[in-house]
């Protein structure tokens, strides 16, 4: 599984990003896809997953009401819309794919590359 992260970049706080992740190399209904980031100097975290089938989702305590996972199985695509963005949220994004339906599990099995999101004060 291949996975392409984008959409990363500035932005002030307040605003709004949306992040994109193209699966490929599998098919796309294999696998749960989550969301993940790792502010500097920081471990890396869970941010959102969204199962197989697109009817279970999870976010983090720090996600809720402000960043929507889903997943267009059309476009073999994850998205992350993230809004009212604040300082802390900056970090590296990483999107992953994993087999099990363990939607809040750290390990997944394959990983994207990671974009930046920074959120200017």
């Known amino acids: 599984v291949q996975l392409q992260a984008s959409g990363g970049g500035l932005v002030q706080t307040g605003g709004s990003l949306t992040l994109s992740c193209a699966a490929s190399?599998?098919?796309?209904?294999?696998?749960?896809m989550g969301w993940f980031r790792q502010p500097p100097g920081k471990e890396r975290e869970f941010v959102a997953a969204?199962?197989?089938?697109?009817?279970?989702?999870y976010y983090a305590d720090s996600a809720k009401g402000r960043f929507t996972i889903t997943r267009d199985s059309a476009k073999n695509t994850v998205y992350l819309q993230m809004n009212n963005l604040k300082p802390e949220d900056t970090a590296v994004y990483y999107c992953?794919?994993?087999?099990?339906?363990?939607?809040?599990?750290?390990?997944?099995?394959?990983w994207g590359q990671g974009t930046l999101v920074t959120v200017s004060s």
């Open positions: 992953a794919a994993d087999y099990s339906d363990y939607l809040t599990k750290l390990q997944y099995d394959y």
């Open positions: 190399g599998r098919p796309f209904s294999e696998y749960c």
């Open positions: 969204v199962s197989k089938s697109g009817k279970t989702i």
